[in-house]
């Protein structure tokens, strides 16, 4: 017959609490030690966030709010910068002494609105800006395929991409986008969008 031989389980001990003991000396008894441990995250985050918070004030905002001023300083006493300088150049896109070349498209651009189940639709007229001088010929030459690209870009907005804010200048890159893979490269510099309405 086999051996048995049997191990004491050990047991919790429960602190012994007096009869006479009130029941908040009881818990205290029971509760963990280490409450220190517990608030130290805290402390540590009312300590760091105010340090932390005058760092980011003298060395980030203080310099950058400093620099405005001296650059709009600048501006105001008639120092030339760089936002000047291009104006006086020929605008954003062009590059400099070439004149800006306009192209408008000879007809408004119209498409249903997507999602709007034909009941509303986009309106909109474009002019394209170039440098080049053959670059109203290149656009007339492709009106038509351009005319398709913008029609196809168009028909995929819904009434909510229309009424975020900037989706003029998302409109405006797209169709830049487009029309210069098309020409074959940066054949278009800036588009205009000389009219926008939804019905």
């Not at 047991?11 to 029941?23: G, L, S, Y």
């Not at 954003?92 to 009941?119: I, Q």
């Not at 490269?185 to 205009?192: C, E, R, T």
């Amino acid at each position: 017959m086999a051996d048995r031989t049997t191990t004491p389980v050990a047991r919790e001990v429960e602190p012994e609490v007096q009869p006479d003991e009130a029941p908040e000396a009881a818990a205290k008894k029971t509760a963990s030690p280490g409450g220190f441990k517990t608030w130290l995250p805290l402390l540590a985050t009312v300590v760091v966030m105010p340090a932390l918070a005058y760092a980011t004030t003298q060395f980030i905002l203080l310099p950058k709010i400093k620099q405005a001023m001296t650059q709009g300083a600048a501006a105001n006493t008639g120092e030339p910068d760089a936002a000047a300088s291009q104006e006086k150049q020929g605008g954003s896109g062009a590059a400099p002494g070439k004149e800006k070349v306009l192209a408008p498209f000879p007809k408004k651009v119209l498409v249903n609105v997507s999602g709007s189940m034909m009941t509303r639709y986009l309106s909109m007229s474009l002019t394209l800006v170039g440098n080049t001088p053959d670059f109203k010929e290149r656009i007339n030459k492709n009106m038509d395929q351009l005319m398709d690209l913008a029609t196809g870009a168009l028909m995929t907005k819904t009434i909510a991409d229309l009424e975020k804010p900037g989706s003029r200048n998302v409109i405006r890159s797209e169709l830049m986008t487009v029309f210069n893979n098309a020409l074959g490269g940066p054949v278009i510099q800036d588009i205009y969008i000389t009219e926008q309405a939804v019905q």
